[in-house]
């Protein structure tokens, strides 16, 4: 059974980058799946950040294409989040998350059906 | 605000059905797949339903999904008190080019 464990700091200062790992268990990541990044501002709802494929095909959200980078380490079975220029905005719990499509190629079409237990970063001075 | 709509709060008694909504438009629920997630206090999200009407293995038959048009919709039957969390629906947004959810609803059993 899939399992996801998310690593990193909990506290970014403004304007550096979050960086964030998911640990993927019991699973590889080279099964053919996306592995997504989802966030959760406190008290608020869900926002995909992006996806990436095992061959480093990125999807990104458009709203943070520009901060953003989302890469894959097969060799070590993990996927990594990279968020430049954070503000407090920023600040969410950050899931990473498998994400079951029906394309290698990225259509968005398809749900996330395992999850990490979610990263809380808050961004402060 | 959410691309996707649904109602900020629901409640029912032990044991009664309760429906929730998630309204959309032809860019995202009208012509894609449909996911709901719960989220129990606490907890990571968790898929309850995919492909608009379909359970993963492990969720009981209380929990289904349907859609209509740019609609779609949560039903859970035999309320208990277990089920008291978070319930988003998810989908893609062909014109934003981007995964989107809905707001969430937070379910009481009273």
């Known amino acids: 059974q899939v399992q996801l464990q998310e690593s990193g700091p909990g506290l970014v200062k403004p304007s550096e980058t979050l960086s964030l790992i998911c640990t993927v268990s019991?699973?590889?990541?080279?099964?053919?799946?996306?592995w997504g990044w989802i966030r959760q501002p406190p008290g608020k709802g869900l926002e995909c950040i992006g996806t990436v494929y095992h061959s480093g095909n990125t999807h990104y959200s458009p709203s943070l294409k520009s901060r953003l980078t989302i890469s894959v380490d097969t060799s070590k079975n993990q996927f990594s989040l990279k968020l430049r220029s954070v503000t407090a905005a920023d600040t969410a719990l950050y899931y990473c998350?498998?994400?079951?499509?029906?394309?290698?190629?990225?259509?968005?079409?398809?749900?996330?059906?395992?999850w990490g237990q979610g990263s809380l970063v808050t961004v402060s001075s | 605000q959410s691309v996707l709509t649904q109602p900020p709060s629901v409640s029912a008694a032990p044991g009664q059905k309760v429906t929730i909504s998630c309204s959309g438009s032809s860019s995202n629920i009208g012509n894609n797949y449909v996911s709901w997630y719960q989220q129990l206090p606490g907890k990571a999200p968790k898929l309850l339903i995919y492909d608009d009407n379909n359970r993963p293995s492990g969720i009981p038959d209380r929990f289904s999904g349907s859609k209509s048009g740019t609609s779609a919709t949560l039903g859970i039957t035999g309320l208990q008190t277990g089920d008291e969390a978070d319930y988003y629906c998810g989908t893609w947004d062909s014109g934003l080019s981007d995964v989107v959810f809905g707001g969430g609803t937070k379910l009481t059993v009273l």
């Open positions: 998350a498998r994400f079951e499509g029906y394309s290698s190629s990225w259509n968005g079409d398809g749900y996330f059906d395992s």
């Open positions: 019991g699973y590889s990541i080279t099964n053919g799946h996306f």
